[in-house]
């Protein structure tokens, strides 16, 4: 099982590891475009990144480092990635095993799995990067068909794919068979209503649940299984389709 988290916009400085060797990253058939994309972003000259990158003067030093990607510290991809959904997931307990389960969708990197060491950036998957010739290309589009074929790969590998990503990011790679996950609220009146603010917080709960769990699972419904399991109210799949709500 292959639990693709989103990644966030917050995310931890520093590190202690040897800068970026793409080499060592899984899904090295995904490093034409990183390091497209990598050359891009830290070329950018520093005032035009706040522009590009939607961000005020505030956050100038998340800009700075995009300079810096290629020479400043890395960590471990799970411990880079902070934020609502993090928290709730406390990476930082998990045994290795469970760890392994884990990976992130993300702009820069595709996808990385939990333990690939990754340096301080900052790009969302909604930017339109400028390249080299001046061109602002999408993101959606310098990705093209990768990172579905890499998805593919690991599930034609036996991994079930269970997406936790969230719309921006499943756009940059869809994978129609992978398990997807909705979570709603039951209003006093009955009705149901999609949760926004605390969807990351549900979504890094049901991750860490399943990256724990002792069973693996293999379909839609072994995914079911283990969260109700564990407590958590879950409906579905509806025939045919494979994505399950997280009823809160």
Not at 99 to 123: E, K, N, Q, V
């Amino acid at each position: 099982m292959l639990i693709l988290l989103p990644p966030s916009e917050t995310k931890a400085h520093g590190g202690t590891g040897a800068p970026l060797n793409w080499d060592e990253l899984s899904f090295p058939a995904l490093n034409p475009v990183r390091q497209d994309i990598a050359a891009d972003l830290a070329q950018l000259d520093v005032d035009k990144a706040l522009e590009v990158l939607g961000i005020s003067e505030k956050l100038r030093p998340e800009a700075e480092s995009n300079t810096e990607l290629f020479a400043s510290p890395t960590m471990p991809a799970i411990e880079r990635f902070t934020g609502v959904l993090y928290d709730a997931l406390d990476a930082a307990t998990l045994p290795p095993a469970a760890r392994a389960r884990l990976a992130i969708g993300d702009a820069l990197f595709g996808i990385t799995r939990a333990s690939d060491m990754i340096p301080h950036y900052r790009l969302s998957g909604g930017t339109k990067l400028p390249t080299k010739d001046g061109e602002t290309p999408t993101l959606k589009s310098r990705w093209g068909k990768a990172i579905t074929e890499q998805l593919a790969e690991v599930a034609q590998s036996g991994e079930l794919v269970v997406d936790m990503r969230s719309g921006t990011y499943q756009q940059l790679g869809k994978f129609k068979q992978a398990v997807t996950i909705r979570v709603e609220s039951v209003q006093e009146d009955g009705s149901r209503k999609v949760v926004s603010h605390f969807n990351k917080h549900y979504k890094g709960q049901l991750a860490r649940i399943l990256a724990l769990s002792p069973a693996d699972a293999y379909a839609v419904d072994d995914v079911a299984a283990i969260a109700s399991a564990a407590g958590l109210t879950v409906e579905g799949p509806q025939p045919g389709k494979l994505e399950l709500t997280l009823v809160v």
